[in-house]
């Protein structure tokens, strides 16, 4: 029997109102996240993947707000839960952190008693409190953790911080782990040593994890699945080794090349030419026809819907798959 997904988003919709109207960031967006899945969100920035993140957690900030669709988290319709009940699945059943983790770290604490505050839910002494803390350090590799226990925030480096936030994230063993571009801000060598240590937490606890990124060298080497959104919509979804065998969409294929040349000095991302298109006055069609190197008429006129392109994957492109396949 198949198990229910995880996570299951069907048709969500959120927009922000600004003065001259609204406009829907997430647009129809549907996708499922199994049990021990680790799913990335990729696109460029604007493309609404944080706005979806924080729709999944019921955190959309003013001027925005969820119009339509359906979330499902553990069995349960997210959407039509009481606030209270939503603040208990935030706090136990779904966590996320950010890609700085310092706006989410009190910097007059110590590192030790923030986790403190995280990890004791149930009734335990300050001291078993400290001792659980610092376990906590060692689970996320922290060397040395009863002295960094004792350090603020300010004093451990931006990769130390990332790993306190998973691990106090963890210390409530959430279901699902979302990861809004958690290693953008930290250097090569610690964001791979952030992402082995997601892998082994995953492992070691069975957490699901969505991660959001635009880089797909971060999807090669983490994901089991891979959703592609463009200006709002999921243009491309699928198990991670056939994205990366036969990417069906012309923007998931510009997205790869546009892969950080880390070999490369200079490591300079390559860009696609073009930007993301304001939301408010979207291209007719297919959203992606202005910067698409295969535009036809059709493009312009309809919205491509989403088709299946192999076991589990789908993509919305007007172009025919074997077409596709052979323009590499
Ligand atoms: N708080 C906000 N108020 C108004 N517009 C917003 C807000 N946050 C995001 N947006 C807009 O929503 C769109 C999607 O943004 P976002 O979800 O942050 O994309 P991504 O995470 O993919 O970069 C963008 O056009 C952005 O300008
Ligand atoms: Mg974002």
Known sequence: MMKTPLLSVKNLTIAYQSPSGSFAAVDHLSFSIKEGEIFALVGESGCGKSTAALGFMRLVPEPGSICSGEIEFEGRDLLSLPEKEMEKVRGRRMGMIFQNPLDSLNPVYTVGNQIQEAVVLDKITKKEGMKKAIELLRDVRI????????????????????????????????KLLIADEPTTALDVTIQAQILDLCKDLKEKYGTSILIITHDFGIVAEIADKVGVMYAGKLVEVGEVFKIFDQPLHPYTRLLMKALPQTSKKEGRLKTIPGTVPNLMNPPTGCRFHPRCPFTEQICREKAPPMESGGEDHYFACHRKEAENGSHT
């Open 143 to 174: 060397s040395d953790p009863s002295h960094r226990a004792s350090n603020f925030p300010h004093e451990l480096s931006g990769g130390m911080r990332q790993r306190v936030m998973i691990g106090m994230m963890l210390s409530r063993n959430p």
